[in-house]
């Protein structure tokens, strides 16, 4: 996967209230911004080295084999750049 970072702010999200697609808050090492045609909404995701997260957002950036994790502040997300992670669907929840 191809996994990038983002955070609440203007210039990632186009707006700034933390707000998930799926209707959560926003946290960093948990929420992810997927594909949902790739991974579904709810899916908990292992990414390689990095830990386990929930796929709870999405983005108009975020198309296909793309992962975007969630940071809390802008400069941490520009730090992490991109970066190719293997990721693993763990489960799915309903
Ligand atoms: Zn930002």
Do not use: W
């Amino acid at each position: 996967m191809e996994v990038t970072a983002y955070c609440a702010c203007p210039l990632c999200c186009g707006k700034s209230d933390g707000i998930t697609f799926s209707g959560r808050h926003a946290r960093a090492n948990h929420t992810i911004a997927v594909d949902p045609a790739v991974i579904p909404l709810g899916s908990a995701v292992y990414l390689e080295g990095l830990g386990t997260f929930t796929a709870e957002d999405v983005g108009g950036a975020i198309r296909g084999r793309k992962v975007d994790l969630f940071m809390n502040e802008h400069h941490q997300a520009l730090q992490f750049g991109v970066k190719n992670i293997k990721a693993h669907l763990l489960n799915q929840v309903i």
